[in-house]
């Protein structure tokens, strides 16, 4: 992988302390609560969790196309020296499909069953070249779709997106989102909907064109094989927060906080039998995210507990390196023990 | 499909040959729309008349044996080829001041036909703007559209038509925007409706983040979707307005005579009726036979274009 030796390019995206919060009857839904990470070119980042906690929330923040109801804050989110949390909409709407591309994650229903392929990718050229010509388009998008791996490239434009499989309209989608080339692509569950056979064969693309085209990655998966295969860094997610935080190396192999380590368990291995006992899991749902928090939000599911979990915030802290948890307890610790907090950064 | 795509997913080079996929095989949704239209009897009945007639408005001068405004008071109320005293002259026979009436027949079917499709045309126009905008907008726009459209709904349209014709006088374009302005609010219910689930669905989004403006999703990605549902309404709305214009010319507020108009031949009968009863039957059945195929064409192109659900 090629995180290690891209890492002294400057980030492409810097996200500094974004929160997200949705309006409910009830209150204020913290939807995402101060989300930090930051992506270089041809790298990239995973975010990781199970359903509700916050992943599509925060990559739809970094598009700006969050619900009408929902409110964005952050400290920073630079990207190509504009902020993303404050640029007018007219700026942000020149970014979206031109430097910052966006995969959905059920090709099925994301293409617009009116217009042909090609119709639809050359669109998105035109739209962000003014002065391009069709034909200039038609090229583009002729060469992008051979690119992603369709055959035919130049008969498949004529089509209409219910004549094709759901592998080919996902590459399909992956092409549309090339025809600018952008610097950011954000992934949401681009593999879910797909055949098991299918999605390796996107996850591989994808990063072959990433290489190829110097982009950064935002991957959004709650599978972990998924992570196992593309990332260089990871981001576990839960109830809207980052509890850890690193290297895909890190934290795979020294996994910090009890969630991920609950995560990892969930995962089947390579060679385990059935025979083997049950696959484990992690009792309890997510907490709710309405009103203000207090404490650790895995508390309730963690068999670490302690008293000193429900009390006031739990800060981000380094386990080694880059690598950082937000729990009270040594990274890794299988006891209850609370460390003392003068070690916290 | 899946081994084909294995061997190119990464190189991306295209192997020699084997240029079939099977999933192109599948017959492209026109083939299966043409198949439908063939079978559908209604459709080709009501399609077959809107034809017929609408040849008949367009080759009119060619076709009518008389001028249709022509008076000849020696030769008043001849009865119909069919009748006691008519002849092959006069086919349909002629009126209270000796007009041919199959010739006003034939030109007033251009009357009924113009302000038909004109009117429903703007009346599509009014409602499919305010209906997608509203539900796509939602909010105040959407309870500003809601409100006109019951305003719409609570408006007694032949009385306001009337009223409003009776100062306006006669013209027919004056008619033709006083329809479309009445009859827009079909439209807007639908649209709006089908706006709001459109809205929601994916490739709104995808198309957002592919830089998408709110007037391209609006105008480009949402309406052409709601299309064959706008062209069903349009073509109910269509037989609504020509009952109207008849209606209206019946009443003496629409069409002004000496113009050949369906609707102001049956008034014109009407002193008449219990004569010449075919001076008010002729007519009536044409408005009948027109409406009743445009329903039929609307009914089927609705089953052909979305059999699976009744838009």
């Known amino acids: 992988m090629s995180g290690l030796s891209s890492s002294s390019d400057a980030p492409v995206l810097v996200v500094d302390g974004m929160n997200v919060d949705i309006a409910v009857p009830a209150g204020a839904l913290h939807a995402v609560s101060d989300v930090s990470f930051s992506v270089r070119p041809k790298e990239t980042l995973c975010l990781v969790g199970e359903s509700g906690c916050g992943k599509t929330i925060t990559s739809l923040a970094l598009m700006r196309l969050l619900p009408r109801t929902a409110t964005l804050t952050a400290r920073k989110i630079a990207f190509e020296g504009h902020d993303l949390a404050k640029i007018s909409e007219r700026a942000m709407a020149r970014l979206r499909g031109y430097r910052i591309g966006m995969i959905f994650q059920d090709p099925m229903t994301s293409l617009n069953p009116v217009y042909t392929i090609g119709n639809q990718l050359e669109e998105v050229y035109l739209r962000h070249h003014r002065g391009a010509s069709r034909k200039q388009a038609r090229e583009r998008a002729e060469y992008l779709l051979s690119r992603v791996g369709i055959i ?20 399909m989608m ?3 989102m090339l025809m600018c080339e952008p ?20 996850l591989q693309l994808l990063r072959g064109l990433q290489d190829e085209f110097n982009m950064a990655m935002i991957l959004i998966t709650h599978n972990l094989g998924v992570v196992a295969r593309t990332a260089d860094q990871v981001a576990v997610m839960y109830a809207g927060r980052v509890v850890e935080q690193g290297s895909a190396e890190d934290v795979f192999h020294n996994p910090a906080h009890p969630y991920t380590r609950g995560l990892l368990e969930c995962m089947p291995k390579h060679g385990q039998a059935a025979s083997m006992g049950r696959l484990g899991s992690i009792p309890g749902i997510v907490p709710s995210l309405v009103g203000n928090q207090r404490g650790c939000s895995f508390r309730n599911r963690c068999s670490l507990q302690m008293p000193t979990c429900h009390e006031g915030q739990i800060d981000l802290r380094p386990a080694r390196g880059d690598h950082f948890y937000r729990c009270l307890l040594e990274p890794g610790a299988t006891k209850p023990r609370p460390v003392s907090l003068g070690s916290a950064a | 499909m899946s081994t084909i795509v294995t061997r190119t997913a990464v190189s991306g080079a295209a192997p ?10 599948a017959p492209s949704p026109k ?18 008349i809107i034809a017929v007639i609408v040849l008949m408005a367009v080759f009119a001068p060619l076709i009518a044996p008389y001028d249709p405004y022509a008076q000849d008071l020696s030769r008043r109320l001849i009865d119909p080829v069919w009748g006691a005293k008519g002849s092959w002259d006069n086919i349909f026979g002629t009126d209270a001041l000796g007009r041919d009436v199959l010739s006003r027949l034939i030109y007033g079917a251009r009357i009924s036909l113009l302000v038909g499709f004109t009117a429903a045309v703007i009346a599509g126009i009014i409602g499919t703007a305010l209906g997608i905008l509203g539900g ?7 309870a500003f559209v809601v409100y006109l459209i019951n305003v719409k709904l609570a408006l007694p349209v032949i009385l306001v038509a009337l009223s409003v014709s009776s100062i306006s006088g006669g013209s027919i374009m004056a008619l033709i925007i006083l329809l479309g302005f009445l009859t827009w609010d079909r439209y807007a219910v639908v649209t709006r409706s089908m706006t709001q689930q459109m809205r929601e669905r994916e490739f709104i989004m995808s198309s957002k983040a592919a830089g998408a403006s709110n007037s391209r999703i609006l105008w480009r990605e949402i309406l052409p979707n709601l299309m064959n549902q706008v062209i069903i309404i349009a073509s109910l709305d269509m037989a609504l307005i020509i009952l109207v214009e008849a209606a209206l010319s019946f009443l003496g507020l629409g069409i002004r005579p000496p113009t050949p108009s369906w609707g102001l031949m049956v008034s014109e009968g009407r002193a008449v009726m219990f004569f010449k009863p075919y001076l008010i039957m002729i007519p ?3 408005i009948f036979l027109l409406v009743i195929a445009i329903n039929m064409a609307g009914d089927g192109i609705r089953d052909v274009t979305s059999p699976e659900g009744r838009g």
């Not at chain 1, 035919?152 to 590459?171: C, D, I, V, Y």
């Open chain 1, 183 to 202: 610097a950011l692509i954000i992934a949401d569950e681009p593999t879910t909907a797909l055949d098991v056979t299918v999605q390796v064969q996107i």
């Open chain 2, 136 to 142: 796509y907008y939602g909010g105040k726009v959407d």
């Open chain 2, 31 to 48: 083939a299966l729309m043409r198949k439908r239209a063939k079978g559908h009897v209604g459709l080709i009945i009501g399609t077959t």
């Open chain 2, 284 to 286: 009536g059945a044409a």
């Open chain 2, 16 to 25: 020699a040959g084997r240029s079939d996929d099977f999933d192109t095989l």
């Open chain 1, 152 to 171: 035919n490239a130049g008969q498949r434009l004529g089509q209409f997106p219910h004549q094709l499989s759901g592998g080919l309209r996902q590459r």
């Open chain 1, 174 to 176: 992956i092409a549309m």
